[in-house]
DNA sequence: AACGCAAACAACCGCACCAGG
DNA sequence: ACCTGGTGCGGTTGTTTGCGT
């Protein structure tokens, strides 16, 4: 995994070191954070005693040395949380590992584009999945929730899409191929696409609400 | 044992955002 | 309003590891 420690100079002739982080280094910037804080990445480096850029010294401390970093395999039920939370967001990697205790978004990242990505990519194509959602007059009160035939999603979880940040994208890499639109009885989707429309990959899904409530009204 | 290839993963890079001046 | 520095995020790279031949 490692790669060979290399010096580089930077503009300011001082020297900054990359690649792996050795054992030394990471017990020098534990213990300047345990004593002193973070207080400023750029300018801790040097007097944490280490040749690395603040970018670096953040990236270690973040993805491996903070405290209640799990390290380990990722197991069945977290695998399970990645897959559902990536269907309501994406790749927004730091927003998934948000709700995952002790996993950092580059190890879900990293998870995600080894393990899951192709194995999602084929079961895509083979199976699509369907999404549901509910737009109610109040923009604030959107529902998302997976065909109930194969949902693991909870609706809760939906509920809790802010607005309008959390409205995934939909893409390549996305699960959310198609859904149906829902306004008290009222199905939007053949409304929608007598209009032609069509949801495409790097569609936003929140254009496609704000376009599909414009409809209700 | 030697080699090739794919998987795994740590870390780099570039960009966007935000706060302060 | 604009500039600048610091930070955070997502995409990507590069190296090691493991496995099959």
């Not at 989707?189 to 936003?204: L, P, R, V």
């Amino acid at each position: 995994m490692a790669r060979c420690p290399r010096v580089d100079k930077i503009s300011n002739s001082k020297k900054v070191k990359k690649g792996t982080w050795s054992a030394e280094e990471d017990r020098k910037l534990v213990a300047y954070i345990m004593r002193y804080g973070i207080w400023n990445w750029t300018h801790m480096a040097e007097p944490a005693g280490l040749e690395r850029s603040g970018k670096s010294c953040r990236l270690r401390w973040m993805n491996y040395l903070r405290p209640n970093i799990k390290h380990g395999n990722i197991t069945k039920e977290e695998e399970e949380i990645i897959i559902n939370l990536h269907r309501v967001f994406g790749n927004r990697w730091a927003t998934i590992a948000s709700r995952l205790p002790g996993r950092t978004d580059n190890e879900i990242k990293n998870y995600w584009n080894t393990r899951l990505k192709k194995r999602f990519v084929q079961e895509k194509l083979e199976m699509p999945i369907a999404c549901d959602v509910k737009v109610n007059s109040n923009p604030n009160n959107i529902l998302i929730h997976q065909n109930p035939s194969i949902s693991i999603l909870h609706q809760t979880e939906a509920t809790n899409l802010g607005f309008p940040h959390d409205i995934p994208t939909l893409n390549a890499s996305s699960l959310c191929p198609s859904y149906e639109v829902h306004h008290g009885d009222k199905t939007l989707a053949d409304c929608w696409h007598s209009q032609g429309n069509i949801i495409g990959e790097d569609t936003n899904l929140w254009e496609h609400l704000l376009s599909l409530k414009d409809l209700v009204q």
